[in-house]
């Protein structure tokens, strides 16, 4: 996820937030239709490889969010329907986890995890 503060990527063009959104759709439509993650991110062939780099770590976070921590499936049973080693999936969740940290510390300018 990009942050704020990250001065080597510029806020996105109308453009590539379209580029982006059609990525996202394209990908749901295929995994929903029983393609593996890597088979759907198979077929973002006209992505350059920072926009296709940043899509393929973001959407594995929306589909953590949604589906591990929104609809509560198993990190293990979402590994299994795409196609992922498991070790990936928690990578990701931590990954998330730690964006979703430093996006509320930034928010509210504080740690919102105290050390002991």
């Not at 590994?79 to 430093?102: K, T, V, Y």
């Amino acid at each position: 996820m990009r942050k704020k503060n990250d001065a080597k990527l510029s806020p996105w063009s109308p453009e590539l937030h379209k580029i982006y959104e059609q990525a996202v759709r394209q990908l749901r439509q295929k995994i929903s239709h029983g393609q593996t993650y890597e088979q759907a991110f198979d077929t973002l062939s006209d992505l350059d490889h920072e926009m296709r780099a940043f899509i393929e770590d973001d959407f594995l976070k929306i589909i953590i969010a949604e589906e591990h921590f929104g609809a509560d499936i198993p990190i293990d049973d979402l590994a299994l329907f795409l196609g992922l080693p498991i070790r990936q999936l928690e990578a990701c969740r931590d990954s998330l986890l730690m964006d979703m940290h430093f996006e509320s510390s930034e928010h509210f300018g504080k740690s919102i995890f105290k050390s002991p």
